[in-house]
Structure formats: C-alpha cells, structure tokens
C-alpha cells in the first residue's frame, strides 16, 4: 500500500484532479476518508459528477483537510492499493484563519510521510515572458521541490496546460525541468493522465 | 530555529524515520511561522535524520572494506565486492528516476584449498551486504552435510529448510557442500540439494546462498548436477598461497598481537614454508595462524621462567618458539580422524 500525496499552492487543481483521475481509473463512486487536523475520519461518498459540484471550487482553500481515495487495482493475480491523498492547498504568510493554518500543517505533516509526492503547478501563474526561464517558480514550490528531490519519489504535475496559449512550446518546459520526473496534465480536460498513471502504477 | 539540534533525540534511526514530529508544526498552526518557514524547518529535520543515517552506514562500509582489504592476496575477491559495491550504488541511483532495477542475485560458489581464506571472506562480506542494505541482518549461518541431511525420507528438505529460514536476511554457508553429493542415488544429500535449489528461487533477493568447498570434489558436485553450476552467478577460485604471502600473513598476524619475528625467527620461517609448499593436505594460512598461536605459547612458556622481563622480550619470537614437529602430529591426525569421519 502506496500513499500518495497530491501538494501544492491553493488553486492549481488539485482537488479536480483526484476526482477526475479516479475518474479516469474507472472508479463510479469516489469513497472520500476526510481526516481532520485531530485525525478524525469521515467517510463520504460521492460520484464524479457530485464531487466536483461539492469538493471544487474557484475559491483558494477549497478543500481544508486531507481528503483519501483509495483505489484498488489488480497486479497479475493479486491486488494492489494506492491511497491518492489530497490537500489542503499551501500558502506562503500567515494565515489570519486558524483552522486553515491547522490544516496547512496537515498537509505538511503529510508531506513528510507521504511515500510518492506529486508537486502540482500552476502552468497559467508561472508563465513570465519578460525573462529568458520562461517560468518561474514561486519559493514554496521550490521548497516542496526540493524537498521531494532529496526523498527519492518525487512528481512534477504542470497543470492547467489546457490554457497554455499555443506559441509557449511544451518542449520548453520540459526543457527547463529537465532531470525531474514531469507530466504536462489537464484536470479538467483528461490530458496527461494515461501517463501519470503507467508512472503511478511502476511505482506502486 | 534549528530543528536539526532540537529533535536529535534517542530514538532508533528506523523509528525516526517515518514518524513526524508533531511538534514541528506547532508553530505554523499559532500562527508564528510562515509555511515557507515551516518546510525549511521540514528540510533541516529530514537532512539531520539522513545525514546520521549515511554516515553510519559509510563509515561502515569504509571499515568493512578496510578489514578486506588488510587480508593478505585474494585480488580476484577485492575486485569482485568493488564490482558488487559499484552496481548497487548505481542501482540506488536509477531507483531515483525509476527505472527498472533488477534485484541483486549473489549467490556463489567458493571453491579453494583448506585455509585459503573462504570462511573469512563469507564473514565479511555479510558485514558488507548489510552496510549496503542489500541484506537486511547479514548475519552468518554456517552449516555442513551433517545440519542439513535428515534421518529419515522428508526429514531432510524440513531439516534443510529451517536452516534456510535461519539465514534469511543473512548467508547461509554451506561448508564442503560437495558432502551432499556423495552416496550415491539412495542418499539424502540430494534432497538437500533440491530443497536449496527450490529456496534460492523463493527467496532470490532475501538470503545469499555460498557453497564452498575443496576444488577437486566441488568440480565434481557441480557435473553431478547439471543445473546447478547456472544458478550461481559469482564463481571464486580461492587460489594456494604462496611462501610470500603465508610469511605476510604471518607478520601480519603476529602484528595484530603485538608480537614480532626476530630476524633468525622469519628466516626459519621461511624455510618451513618453503618446504610445506610442496606437501599435500598442507593448509595454508590455518597452518600459519596454528603455528603462530603455539610459538606464542611457547615463548610464553620460555619467558615465564625468568623473573624479569622486559617489554621487547615480551614482544619478540626467537627462532627457539618456532617449533614444528609436535604441530606435523596433531595435523597428521587430524586428517586421518577426516578421513574416517568421511566414511
């Protein structure tokens, strides 16, 4: 049993890309364990459609505790099972809500423990033409990059690259990235998914 | 704050190395740090943790590597665990962007004459393994025919059997492993042999299997049984010393216990290996360690009659300690007690 643990600021997606890529895994209802920062569990049960409808949102900080999915798959003649792990989205400062600083150090608590990271990015807030790296990453993704590199298992996820205007090549990005394992993905649309998950499934 | 002095605390390093401390986060849920604070307190925390466990684990394999390297002759094995030492390091590096790697299989086959060294090495290179987390114990079983056959039909593959659960995470050493195979088609031996060769399928990754033995009867063992030979990636021929490197074994030896030869001492020395080359059932460095340890008693015997003594005359072997003819008897009949035991 693998767990796996979606990070990242607020806002890039990562809530949407649990649901969808369970989704995508074939799974019709997503049974959701919310662990709150006491290590309370519940138990929620949803179908994509509803979970997208009631977990996601365009607000920051959707999502206040670590949501799991467990997701059975069979290796050969057994059975293997992967826990995709969301959090609470991270952002740098203070936070003037104790319950969400609670719940930020959740997931920080998660990230420690967590057997593969996938870091994920937002490709629409990185992008700066004026420089010559045309994406920049901000200090709290290079902290969980550097982070996740000295542990062995780490994934970079560049999400949203649906909105990725056509003359920034994708070349370029991994270009800059290279030596880190990366996926260009979509939430929303699927893209990328099929392999994250040939990479999630070595792993596991 | 520097979590890394903080949390150095006296946990065993496997415990440490999951488990979070909760407190690190403390902070960050008062509201007194930023996140950005918090994950390089994270880092400075996962770093001392690493940082502890590596260096151990290198100092150790630097003084495993040293002790190796301190026995005397043996290239064939140095260039082998520097090959052994190579592949896995390069193995932990394609982990990190998984790519496929393959499980170390390491059995091996030791073959070589009495006293050249195939214990000694086995011993250390569990040590080694274990430094370098290929086996998890690296611990030492030692067995002959005698632990392994049984007395009845079906004793043998469960006595066999038990032995290999005892190795598991270590090395099982079968010593003259060529025993199994002698007595013909009725024998037990056999069985033994199956059981181990179905064991290192099972568990390729979780145990080394040595076999070891006399160079003659192991070529023998290993026609008997055609698919055996295959199984064992790692072949090493441990070769006779020469007189050189038996009188450096010697120094070496007598080094280790704060003694030394006297000039006329090492002379003789010489001239009884030179001799012993030549002989059969001659036991190479055994032979040299059982003569050290009785010219140590010898001189012992010699000294204690004096009423003073001095710190160089405790420390010197005369010519006079070096003895041979009481040591040709007990060797004399240990191999004819070998020969009977055989039968």
């Given at each position: 049993m693998r767990n796996c643990l979606v990070i990242g600021k607020t806002n890039v997606g990562k809530t949407l890309f649990v649901i969808n890529f369970a989704a995508y895994l074939g799974i019709k209802k997503i049974r959701f364990t919310l662990v709150d920062s006491l290590g309370r569990q519940h138990f929620r049960e949803y179908t994509p459609e509803l979970a997208r409808k009631y977990l996601t949102g365009g607000k920051p900080h959707h999502t206040r505790c670590l949501q799991n999915v467990t997701i059975k798959f069979s290796v050969g003649k057994g059975q293997k099972k992967l826990i995709l792990t969301d959090s609470t989205g991270l952002k740098d400062g203070i936070h003037p809500k104790e319950e969400i600083r609670k719940?930020?150090?959740?997931?920080?608590?998660?990230?420690?423990?967590?057997?593969?990271i996938m870091h994920m990015v937002d490709i629409s807030q990185m992008a700066d033409l004026g420089q010559e790296n045309f994406f920049t990453l901000e200090l709290i993704d290079r902290q969980i990059m550097d982070f996740g590199r000295e542990r062995s298992s780490y994934l970079l996820l560049i999400n949203k690259i649906d909105l990725l205007q056509s003359h920034i090549s994708r070349e370029k990005i991994k270009q800059q990235f290279s030596g880190i394992p990366l996926f260009l993905v979509s939430s929303v649309t699927g893209e990328g998914f099929p392999e994250v998950k040939s990479y999630v499934w070595n792993f596991v | 704050m520097d979590f890394s002095k903080r949390f150095k605390v006296s946990k065993a390093p496997e415990e440490r190395d999951k488990k979070v401390d909760k407190r690190m986060f403390h902070g960050l849920e008062r509201g007194e740090i930023t996140v950005t604070q918090a994950l390089r307190n994270i880092k400075d925390y996962d770093k001392s943790i690493s940082d502890i466990n590596q260096e151990n684990s290198t100092e150790n394999i630097a003084l495993i590597l040293q002790e190796l390297n301190?026995?005397?002759?043996?290239?064939?094995?140095?260039?082998?665990?520097?090959?052994?030492?190579?592949?896995?390091?390069?193995?932990?590096?394609?982990?990190?962007y998984n790519l496929i790697n393959e499980p170390l299989v390491l059995h091996m086959i030791f073959t070589g004459n009495p006293g050249t060294g195939k214990t000694t090495v086995?011993?250390?290179?569990?040590?080694?393994?274990?430094?370098?987390?290929?086996?998890?114990?690296?611990?030492?079983?030692?067995?002959?025919?005698?632990?392994?056959?049984?007395?009845?039909?079906?004793?043998?593959?469960?006595?066999?059997?038990?032995?290999?659960?005892?190795?598991?995470?270590?090395?099982?050493?079968?010593?003259?492993?060529?025993?199994?195979?002698?007595?013909?088609?009725?024998?037990f031996g056999k069985e033994a042999i199956d059981t181990m060769v179905k064991a290192m399928e099972d568990y390729k990754t979780e145990f080394v299997l040595i076999l070891a033995g006399y160079p003659r009867e192991m070529a023998h063992f290993l026609s008997v049984n055609p698919g055996l030979k295959s199984r064992f990636p790692i072949h090493l021929d441990f070769p006779d010393y020469c007189q050189e490197e038996?009188?450096?074994?010697?120094?070496?030896?007598?080094?280790?216990?704060?003694?030394?030869?006297?000039?006329?001492?090492?002379?003789?020395?010489?001239?009884?290996?030179?001799?012993?080359?030549?002989?059969?059932?001659?036991?190479?460095?055994?032979?040299?360690?059982?003569?050290?340890?009785?010219?140590?008693?010898?001189?012992?015997?010699?000294?204690?009659k004096k009423k003073e003594t001095t710190r160089e005359e405790l420390m010197l072997i005369a010519r006079e300690d070096i003895r041979l003819e009481e040591l040709e008897e007990v060797e004399e009949e240990l191999t004819f007690e070998k020969l009977f035991g055989d039968w």
């Amino acid at each position: 049993m693998r767990n796996c643990l979606v990070i990242g600021k607020t806002n890039v997606g990562k809530t949407l890309f649990v649901i969808n890529f369970a989704a995508y895994l074939g799974i019709k209802k997503i049974r959701f364990t919310l662990v709150d920062s006491l290590g309370r569990q519940h138990f929620r049960e949803y179908t994509p459609e509803l979970a997208r409808k009631y977990l996601t949102g365009g607000k920051p900080h959707h999502t206040r505790c670590l949501q799991n999915v467990t997701i059975k798959f069979s290796v050969g003649k057994g059975q293997k099972k992967l826990i995709l792990t969301d959090s609470t989205g991270l952002k740098d400062g203070i936070h003037p809500k104790e319950e969400i600083r609670k719940a930020m150090a959740q997931t920080l608590g998660a990230l420690v423990e967590a057997d593969l990271i996938m870091h994920m990015v937002d490709i629409s807030q990185m992008a700066d033409l004026g420089q010559e790296n045309f994406f920049t990453l901000e200090l709290i993704d290079r902290q969980i990059m550097d982070f996740g590199r000295e542990r062995s298992s780490y994934l970079l996820l560049i999400n949203k690259i649906d909105l990725l205007q056509s003359h920034i090549s994708r070349e370029k990005i991994k270009q800059q990235f290279s030596g880190i394992p990366l996926f260009l993905v979509s939430s929303v649309t699927g893209e990328g998914f099929p392999e994250v998950k040939s990479y999630v499934w070595n792993f596991v | 704050m520097d979590f890394s002095k903080r949390f150095k605390v006296s946990k065993a390093p496997e415990e440490r190395d999951k488990k979070v401390d909760k407190r690190m986060f403390h902070g960050l849920e008062r509201g007194e740090i930023t996140v950005t604070q918090a994950l390089r307190n994270i880092k400075d925390y996962d770093k001392s943790i690493s940082d502890i466990n590596q260096e151990n684990s290198t100092e150790n394999i630097a003084l495993i590597l040293q002790e190796l390297n301190q026995l005397i002759g043996l290239e064939r094995v140095k260039t082998l665990v520097k090959e052994a030492e190579a592949y896995i390091e390069i193995q932990r590096r394609r982990q990190f962007y998984n790519l496929i790697n393959e499980p170390l299989v390491l059995h091996m086959i030791f073959t070589g004459n009495p006293g050249t060294g195939k214990t000694t090495v086995a011993r250390i290179l569990g040590e080694l393994f274990k430094a370098m987390k290929v086996i998890p114990k690296g611990h030492l079983v030692e067995v002959e025919r005698a632990d392994l056959v049984g007395e009845y039909i079906g004793h043998t593959a469960q006595r066999t059997r038990e032995q290999i659960k005892k190795a598991i995470g270590g090395i099982l050493f079968v010593d003259e492993a060529y025993s199994l195979a002698r007595g013909g088609q009725k024998d037990f031996g056999k069985e033994a042999i199956d059981t181990m060769v179905k064991a290192m399928e099972d568990y390729k990754t979780e145990f080394v299997l040595i076999l070891a033995g006399y160079p003659r009867e192991m070529a023998h063992f290993l026609s008997v049984n055609p698919g055996l030979k295959s199984r064992f990636p790692i072949h090493l021929d441990f070769p006779d010393y020469c007189q050189e490197e038996l009188l450096e074994i010697a120094e070496l030896m007598l080094k280790n216990r704060q003694y030394r030869m006297s000039e006329e001492a090492t002379l003789f020395l010489k001239g009884v290996l030179y001799e012993k080359d030549r002989r059969k059932n001659f036991s190479n460095a055994r032979f040299v360690r059982n003569l050290i340890e009785q010219s140590i008693r010898r001189q012992a015997l010699r000294l204690v009659k004096k009423k003073e003594t001095t710190r160089e005359e405790l420390m010197l072997i005369a010519r006079e300690d070096i003895r041979l003819e009481e040591l040709e008897e007990v060797e004399e009949e240990l191999t004819f007690e070998k020969l009977f035991g055989d039968w």
